[in-house]
């Protein structure tokens, strides 16, 4: 199979939870039958969140170049970032490796093509809302993006799972925009912020949840699995 | 804080719940204060049971070594291996490269100093104990491994754990060994095989069970946490 490397630590808990998840995607009968990853997982990358949102901290930007370039270095064959924030400066990470970068973004919007009237609740980073991130990627499908009116109780949820884990309490943001954007007709619901990929079990009943990280997790085993050389997908 | 290298994959469970040890080992406010791990999740070395056991298999020495080089090569200031069956090839490891290795045997050797009569419950790999790689580690401190009778039915346990996770069934053989140990008066037993440590929780009742793990955990988490250039522990 095909090392893929991670671009992770953003954060640590939604790294483990992407491996958590390529272990169940395989049907490995021993240790070789699974997926190679070569993990940066880091934790000090700057946040996205002083960044974007309050303009108070410095770009994560040349520290995720570095990381892609030293996973390349390393012989992974493609890339893969489960952050869907961090995905705003997927272009430094493209520029800094010749290895393709497997885009969570581009790939969950592909996923949610043809949902009910084209239109999309969004549970994400208000980072995310504000970089247009899923706008530009959903305009290639014809879907359109609908966003929760209280920013601060979503990122106060993220901020809390981050801090704690994924708790009935600290999802009760997610939980609140979730049930509003229901209530507003939005079926399908993206989970476009990998801490809220930790809670999902946690969303209101009769939610169409799709999860980004799931969409990311297709692409790596696709790609780590792809024959090579003549060799089995497995082998 | 200091980023650790992990020859990891062996198996991929095992490297999981080590990081998912060392997110609870730290007290973290957000992503920033978690331990940055530069991760090699490659579930193709080579068997270590083939290699050991049936000597069908070639060594894994090799890529081991080749995995430890590339580690430091990306920046780790020390490497620590999730495999206890592996640290027969530490040699060649350390070999390898020339930051330290955190040594999961020696450092759970350690921690079962002083264990009632000196005597300690092997729940390891039948690789391990052909090995003799905690007989060599417990004579500095004065300790004796006894191992199960059965080690047929420990390694069909290690087999069914890595194919299909730590559930009743694939823990079977593990759980009687540790009754037999028990029985013959080893109160204190050594999880000696990080399969095992994803099924402690299946261990019978009365075990004062020690889990090589743990002391890796610990191990790593002070290596990346020790003051550096004057920065603080967790800054």
Redesign the interface.
């Known amino acids: ?1 095909r ?1 893929v490397g991670i671009l992770g ?5 939604a ?2 939870l992407l ?2 998840k ?2 169940d995607a395989v049907p ?18 700057p ?1 996205r969140i002083a960044h974007l949102i309050e303009g108070t901290g410095e770009s994560p930007a040349p520290v995720l170049a570095a990381m892609a370039a ?1 996973l390349e ?3 992974a064959t493609a890339m893969a970032m489960p952050c869907n924030t961090a995905h705003h400066y997927a272009g430094a990470i493209r520029g800094a490796a010749r290895i393709p970068f497997l885009d969570m973004v581009a790939l969950s919007a592909a996923a949610c093509a043809g949902a009910d009237g084209g239109r999309v609740g969004m549970l994400a980073s208000p980072a995310v809302r504000r970089t247009a991130l899923f706008e530009r990627a959903f305009a290639a499908h014809g879907l359109e993006a609908v966003w929760p009116d209280d920013d601060a109780g979503v990122l106060a949820s993220i ?1 809390a799972i ?2 704690g884990g994924a708790s009935e309490a600290a999802a009760a943001g997610l939980r609140e925009a979730s049930a509003h954007l229901a209530e507003a007709g939005m079926r399908v619901q993206l989970v476009a912020c990998t801490e809220f990929s930790l809670a999902v079990e946690l969303l209101p009943d009769g939610v169409d949840a799709r999860d980004t990280l799931d969409a990311l997790v297709a692409a790596i085993v696709a790609h780590a699995t792809a024959p090579v050389e003549g060799r089995l997908p497995l082998g």
Chains 1, 2 share one sequence.
Do not use: F, W
């Open positions: 199979m090392p630590g953003m954060g640590p808990e790294t483990i491996q958590r390529l272990v490995a009968r021993d240790d070789a039958g699974h997926i190679p990853l070569m993990i940066d997982m880091n934790p000090q990358v946040s030293r270095a390393m012989g901020r981050k801090a």
